[in-house]
Structures are given as structure tokens and as C-alpha cells.
């Protein structure tokens, strides 16, 4: 039978580079010196100074994780924390330094802003450059800004959740963030208020041997809902960069939250990245996650169901090719009653690259009644990939349904028989058994991403059958 | 109280999910006394059985990772070398009781091409079919996995080497008492079409750590390992099995069912490995646990981990309570509940009784099995 060949994903509009120009870039390594800088230059008030000093000893304190993916080549003296591009954020694409302009057009946000987004975030390096959103939105109270001025502006509503959801000790990566962390969004939406298109927030990382670790705080209150769009890309270089970013997500009762994650980052980095979701009663929170970049992806988001009635579904593909080491799953803790989770998993692997579906269930013991479905499927196209399913089951209640089911394996040989058998040729029905292995992910990707996504996905088939 | 960390996965996961090993706190004798109370026996006599068997030193892949004891202190070694073709039995069986209780066992079973076999390996706490002052019931007979008047000790490793075309039965029945502790290896070799099937009853022990690698070398070499399980009270059991497919077409097939009552916990972690060049291996792995109680918790492991990719693997695992359409429908033909969960657990556990041959085995796990679900 004749391989089918599934091309790598094409990443030429991502790895063009611009000039390192910077406005001002930290020295590489990790210090309290550094961290001091690091808050003194982004004019922090004390009580966030204190919190990265303090994460900065916990990060000291913390062992490198004994599991997963190795994490040897990182080296945190050769990585700058800190770059600030060269302008202030702007409110207009025009006021955007033409360099950093451009970028952002050839990923085509700004079009994509102009024609279904309700509002949009872009980060360089460490510091959000732009940030708009639809009038209307602003007048029902919706807040989107980036998280230096939420701390600035919004002080309290950052104080009671900043790292609360993500406590800095979750694990050595968490604490790093905190301590240097930089950029990223913060969304609050009020009650009942619901958001009919989405929220976009990218993050593009160009200085080499750098790290980008921008920080998500979105909150839904009761009853709102608000579908938001995280994507994120690097050129490649020949040194390791690092993400480290950190996801907080607070989700009142009866209040909907999705949130899409498309991850195309270099081939150079590594992304160590961690969210979390708190769900209020007969709340849900969706988690669409497209994993295609990165040299490693230690990537598992986590939901955790706090509110009687509360759901939540997970979706995900990744696809690791050459050089990559794609780590990923997803957590869930079920902490009330009738609380249900659905996950669904699939991965591709080839060209030696490697995907890892690794997983958490917990049901606690006041959980009754509660429900849990988790399906993953791997899809191996070569013999020199690797593609491994770790989930972890952890019942702690009679009165649950939970059922895990697994599978991997190549392209059926008996299924494209079958469509043979149909007068379709093998080609298509090759191309036709990988699109539908990925169309229960891709439906649920934003459809700028999904038409992407499929056009990736292009076979190309070599040789004859025999 | 030492903790000794005993059955590890071959494969890390993050250490806050707690199921990278078991953190073992029974306490491990220093010195390990003899043993007699085993009898060996036969149908056809044909098989070479050695007791006293001077084995050499061993190394395992995967293990319980108590083997030191083992190769230092075993009181019990013998060798079965099987060279029937008959599935006629082969029975050891090791009762504890207050002069024998502690038992380190090294037995290797070693299958010559083309032979059949049918061994059984019991573990029990001896029964002693009187009333006792301990006995919680005094209408009742005692029951060896119940009656627990004292502590025993085991830890074994039981090695299989199925050569070419050998078909190999292995029944391992566990029915210790619920004080003692039970920590038992499974190490085996499955060479070309060879068949291996392990059936594992763990029904004994206030903590049972139960490691089985299979390594599955040969072309089609088959494995099918059947294991149920039953925890009552506190008590803990621990498996961790890991099947590794070098051979073309090899089999693997892992079926894991088991009930929870009271405060028990069961780990089950299950890794099927195929390695590169298992070209059309074949793995599958299920494990079911019914929950009987809301205090009774289930972790579970599932792994399928793949470096081929002409192969087809596939696992599943479920957990929660007896389905409650399943419970009223038998108790609309006049059972009471606990008769209801008795019977589905007795239906789950059905495909492995009905693969032991032995009338008087199969009576006596489904009498231990009943006075468990009391």
C-alpha cells in the first residue's frame, strides 16, 4: 500500500522575521535584579512587585517537571524576559510602527477585525501594540484591554483574581510567568451582557532567544457570554525561545465561555504554557485548542467545575511533523453535583514527530451525578513518529458515569477499500479519511482557521497500491 | 512510617495526579523464616517440577521493584518445565497460616515448543471451617480472604517463558486475608505464535501491588490477560500492567474488571507499548470498575503508548455505580439490592470463572467472592 504523505504545515507566512529592533530589551538570564527591572520599567504598583518576588523565590524553590517532554535545552540564562517593541499601544492600526504593522497585516488581522471580530488585541514581543473594540460593546460595559492597563485602571477586579485561579506555586512554569510576566489581555464582561462575534487577542514573538509570557484574565459574569480567539506565531530561529504564558478564566453562574486557541509558534520554541477555567453553577466553558508550532508543547488546559450543573467540552487537535514534541491534553475537576465534561482528542503525527494526549479526570466525592465522556484518536502516517495516550482517571464517587475510550492506528486500509469499491479514487479516498479523522475539530475551529487548517491537510500520494 | 515506592509506570505523568507509583507503608519483613505449607501436585506427571530450584540471578524489565528480596531471601523457588501437550493441571498452592506467614517465592515456568499447559498458583489464607471467637458471624463457616486472626506477608515473582507454539495457562489466584499484604510479579516471554493466558483473580490482601510485564518478542505471539478484582473495607490494590509488542502480529488484549465497596481504592494502570517493527500488532485493553459505595475510589491509567504505525490499539475505561434499570429489573423478580449488585458483579466477573477449569477453584472463588459482597 502506498504511504500516504500528509504535508507538513506550510509556515511560510509565519516565519518571516523582521529586524530586532527593540525599544528596550532586558538581559538575558533570570534575577531579582531582573525581575526588579522588569516591574520598575512596566511602573507596577507594589503589591504586584511583591507578587513577583515572591514568584520568583518559588520558582527557585521548584523542580523541573519529572515527566513529559525534555525540557534539557531550555536554558533561562540565554533568555531575555523582557523586549518592548518600539511604540505605545495604539487604538488605531495607523498609529502602529509600520514594521509591526505589516507583521500583523500578513497574519491578516486587521482584515479579519474589519469582517467578523467585535474587538482585537495584538502583542509583539512583550507589549500589546493595539487594542480596539466595537463601540457598542464599551457602552454595555464590556472591558477589553490589555493587562498593564487593567492593573492600572481596574486594580481591584485584578487583585481578586490575578493568580488566584493559577495559584504562582501550580508548578515551576507558573511561577517564572508570574514573576516576568508582561502583556497579554484582560476581558470582562458584565452581567447578562452577550457577545454575539468574537474577541481576538495575538501574540507574535520576534526577538530571538527571548521569551513571550503574556497574561489572559478574562471574566464572564453572571449570566454574559463571549466567545474569544487566542493565536499565536514566531519566525524561527536557531535558539530556543520560550512562552510561558498563563490563562485565567472566571466563569459566572449560568454564563458561557468559549475560548479558541489556534498555536502555530516556530519550530524553535518552547511553549509552556497554563490555563485554567473556574465554572460557576450551570455555567459551561469550551475549549477549542489547534496545536501545529513548537519545537516542545507542554499544554494541558484545565477546567475546573465548581458551580452545581456546570459543563464544560474540550476539542482539540494537534499535529506534530519534524523536530516536534507536542505534549498536550486537558484537565477537568468535577467539584459539584451534575457537573458534566466531554472531551474530545485528536493528533496526527508524522515525519518523527511526537504527540502525547496526557489527560485528567477527577470526580470528587461531592460531585454526584456527574458525567464524564473522553474520546482520543491518534493517526500515525509514518513508522518513525511516535504518538502516545497517558490519561489519567482519578473516580471518587459511586454516583458518576465516566467512560474513557482511546484508539490509534494508521489510515484503515479496509476503509479505503471501501470507498474504492465506490468508484472514488485512492487519492481521494486517502485525502477524504484524514479530513474526516479531522473534521469533528475543524467544525469547531473559528472558519478562517478551519479553511486553513483543511487546506494543510493536503495530500499528495506517492506510488501504487501493492 | 517508610515509605517504599513499589510499581512504577514506565512512562511519567505529572506527579499531583498521584498514580506514578504507590507509595507502599505495610511494613516489609527483614527476615524471612521458611515456609512449608505448599503442596505441588500434577494430573499428568509428565511435567518436571523442581522445588528447591537454584535459579539464577534475574533481571526484570518492569517490576514490583521488590526483586531484591526475592533474589536474597526466597523461601519457596521452584521450576516448572512443561513438556505435555495435554491441558491437564499443574497446581501450587500456598496456604498461609500463624506458622507460615511470610512467604518470598521465586517460580519460573518454562514452556517447551509446542506443549500445553493449564498451572495454577493459589494464595490463601488457610480456611479453617470452624467457628472462631474472631469470627464476625458465628453461624458462619470462616472465610480465608475474611477471617483475618493475623498478618501474612508475600512477595513473589512468577516468571513464564512460552516458547514457540506453546499455549500457556496461568491462573493466579489471590485470596489472602484482609490484613495482609500482597506484592506479586508477573514477568513473561511470548515467542513465535505462542499463547499466553493470565487470569488473575486479586480478591486478598489489605494492600495487593500486582505487576505483570508481558513482552510480547515473538510473531504472532499472543497474550490475553483476564484479571478481577474486589476491594472491601480500606484495603488498596495496585496494578500495574505493561505489555510490550516487539514481534510481528503479536496480540495483546487486557481485560480488567472489577467492585469497590466501602472505603477501597483501586490503581489500575495499563500500558500497551508497541514498539517499532510490530508491524499488524494488535492491542486492547478494557477496564471497568463498579463502584459500590460513594467513599470507594478508582484511578486509573490507560496507556497506549506507539512508535509503529501498522498497528491498531485501542483502550477503554469506565467507572460509577451499577446501572440502576440493571438493579430494579432484578429486584422486580424478587431479589433484594444487595442480591441485585451481587449478581451484576458475579455477571461482570463471569467471563473469567467460566475460564478456570476447576470445578472446586471456581466454587471457591465464588464463595469468597460472596462473603467479600456481604
Not at chain 2, 472446586?360 to 464463595?367: D, G, N
Request: hydrophobic share 35%; charged share 30%; aromatic share 8%.
Amino acid at each position: 500500500m502506498a504511504k500516504t504523505q500528509l504535508e507538513e504545515i506550510n509556515r511560510n507566512i509565519y516565519d518571516f522575521k523582521n529586524k530586532d529592533d527593540y525599544d528596550y530589551k532586558i538581559k538575558k538570564g533570570l534575577t531579582r535584579e531582573i525581575v526588579e527591572e522588569i516591574s520598575k520599567q512596566k511602573n507596577d504598583p507594589d503589591w504586584m512587585r511583591e507578587i513577583r518576588l515572591k514568584a520568583l523565590e518559588i520558582y527557585n524553590q521548584l523542580e523541573m517537571p519529572t515527566w513529559g517532554p525534555d525540557l534539557s535545552e531550555l536554558n533561562m540564562d540565554e533568555i531575555a524576559t523582557y523586549v518592548r517593541p518600539k511604540g505605545k499601544m495604539a487604538s488605531s492600526w495607523e498609529d502602529v510602527p509600520e514594521e509591526i504593522r505589516n507583521t500583523f497585516d500578513k497574519l491578516g488581522i486587521p482584515d479579519s477585525e474589519k469582517t467578523s471580530l467585535a474587538g482585537v488585541g495584538a502583542q509583539y514581543d512583550s507589549e500589546v501594540v493595539y487594542h480596539s473594540m466595537k463601540e457598542d460593546l464599551i457602552k454595555q460595559g464590556v472591558i477589553y484591554t490589555d493587562m498593564e492597563t487593567a492593573v492600572r485602571e481596574y486594580p481591584e477586579i485584578v487583585k481578586k483574581y490575578f493568580m488566584k485561579c493559577v495559584p504562582i506555586n501550580d508548578h515551576k512554569f507558573v511561577a517564572l510567568h508570574a514573576a516576568v510576566w508582561s502583556g497579554g489581555s484582560f476581558v470582562y464582561v458584565p452581567k447578562g451582557v452577550k457577545l454575539d462575534i468574537p474577541l481576538q487577542s495575538y501574540f507574535r514573538l520576534n526577538s530571538p532567544e527571548s521569551g513571550q509570557f503574556e497574561h489572559t484574565l478574562i471574566i464572564v459574569e453572571e449570566g454574559a457570554s463571549l466567545h474569544f480567539i487566542e493565536g499565536c506565531s514566531a519566525p524561527k530561529y536557531n535558539k530556543v525561545n520560550l512562552h510561558a504564558g498563563c490563562v485565567e478564566l472566571y466563569v459566572g453562574d449560568n454564563a458561557y465561555l468559549r475560548y479558541s486557541t489556534i498555536e502555530n509558534w516556530s519550530k524553535n520554541m518552547m511553549n509552556l504554557n497554563t490555563k485554567k477555567a473556574i465554572v460557576g453553577k450551570n455555567a459551561q466553558v469550551d475549549w477549542v485548542s489547534g496545536s501545529f508550532g513548537s519545537h516542545i508543547s507542554m499544554l494541558y488546559p484545565m477546567s475546573i467545575l465548581n458551580g452545581e450543573g456546570a459543563k464544560t467540552e474540550y476539542t482539540g487537535i494537534s499535529f506534530a511533523g519534524k523536530d516536534q514534541n507536542l505534549d498536550t491534553g486537558f484537565k477537568v475537576i468535577h467539584n459539584a453535583p451534575n457537573t458534566s465534561s466531554v472531551v474530545n482528542s485528536k493528533s496526527i503525527s508524522k515525519n518523527g514527530g511526537k504527540c502525547t494526549y496526557r489527560s485528567l479526570v477527577r470526580i470528587m466525592e461531592n460531585a454526584k451525578n456527574s458525567k464524564s465522556s473522553v474520546s482520543c484518536e491518534s493517526l500515525m502516517l509514518d513508522d518513525f513518529s511516535i504518538s502516545d495516550t497517558i490519561p489519567t482517571n482519578d473516580i471518587r464517587t459511586d454516583e458518576v458515569e465516566f467512560s474513557h475510550e482511546a484508539s490509534i492506528g494508521k489510515i484503515s486500509e479496509k476503509t479505503i477499500f471501501y470507498l474504492m469499491s465506490r468508484g472514488i479514487s485512492e487519492e481521494d479516498a486517502k485525502a477524504m479519511i484524514v479530513r474526516g479523522f479531522a473534521y469533528p475539530i475543524s467544525k469547531e475551529l473559528p472558519v478562517e482557521y478551519a479553511v486553513e487548517m483543511n487546506n494543510l491537510i493536503n495530500l499528495e500520494l506517492e506510488g501504487a497500491i501493492g | 512510617m517508610e515509605k517504599v515506592k513499589l510499581n512504577q509506570t514506565p512512562v511519567r505523568t505529572c506527579r499531583n495526579f498521584k498514580i506514578n507509583n504507590i507509595d507502599f507503608t505495610d511494613k516489609i519483613p527483614s527476615r524471612i523464616p521458611d515456609f512449608h505449607n505448599v503442596k505441588i501436585a500434577q494430573e499428568t506427571g509428565k511435567d518436571e517440577i523442581i522445588t528447591d530450584y537454584e535459579f539464577d540471578n534475574f533481571e526484570v524489565k518492569f517490576g514490583s521493584g521488590l526483586e531484591d528480596q526475592i533474589k536474597e531471601q526466597a523461601n519457596q523457588k521452584i521450576k516448572i518445565d512443561v513438556k505435555s501437550k495435554t491441558d491437564k493441571e499443574i497446581k501450587v498452592e500456598f496456604d498461609f497460616d500463624e506458622e507460615n506467614l511470610k512467604l518470598v517465592d521465586y517460580i519460573e515456568i518454562v514452556a517447551e515448543e509446542n506443549t500445553t499447559s493449564n498451572i495454577y498458583i493459589i494464595y490463601r489464607n488457610k480456611l479453617c471451617n470452624e467457628v472462631q471467637d474472631h469470627c464476625d458471624d458465628p453461624s458462619q463457616r470462616c472465610s480465608g480472604v475474611q477471617c483475618a486472626p493475623y498478618k501474612a506477608y508475600h512477595n513473589g515473582l512468577i516468571r513464564i517463558v512460552a516458547n514457540n507454539n506453546s499455549k500457556v495457562v496461568v491462573n493466579i489466584i489471590n485470596l489472602m486475608n484482609k490484613e495482609s499484604s500482597n506484592i506479586l510479579g508477573v514477568d513473561s516471554k511470548i515467542e513465535d505464535s505462542a499463547k499466553l493466558k493470565l487470569n488473575i483473580v486479586d480478591f486478598g490482601a489489605k494492600t495487593s501491588v500486582t505487576n505483570v510485564y508481558s513482552n510480547l518478542a515473538g510473531k504472532e505471539a499472543n497474550n490475553l490477560i483476564n484479571s478481577i478484582y474486589l476491594g472491601t473495607d480500606k484495603e488498596v490494590i495496585d496494578m500495574n500492567y505493561i505489555a510490550e509488542c516487539f514481534g510481528e502480529k503479536s496480540n495483546i488484549n487486557i481485560d480488567v474488571q472489577g467492585a469497590l465497596k466501602d472505603e477501597a481504592v483501586k490503581h489500575f494502570k495499563g500500558t500497551i507499548d508497541f514498539k517499532k517493527g510490530c508491524k499488524k500488532a494488535t492491542g486492547n485493553e478494557a477496564e471497568n470498575c463498579m463502584l459500590l459505595s460513594d467513599k470507594a475510589k478508582s484511578l486509573a491509567l490507560p496507556m497506549l503508548l506507539c512508535s509503529e504505525e501498522d498497528v491498531e490499539g485501542n483502550h477503554s475505561a469506565s467507572s460509577g455505580k451499577a446501572d440502576n434499570k440493571e438493579i430494579f429489573y432484578i429486584m422486580s423478580r424478587g431479589f433484594d439490592k444487595k442480591s441485585a449488585e451481587k449478581l451484576l458483579v458475579r455477571a461482570k466477573f463471569n467471563s473469567l470463572l467460566e475460564g478456570i477449569s476447576n470445578q472446586e477453584m471456581k466454587q471457591e472463588i465464588s464463595y469468597e467472592m460472596d462473603q467479600k459482597l456481604d
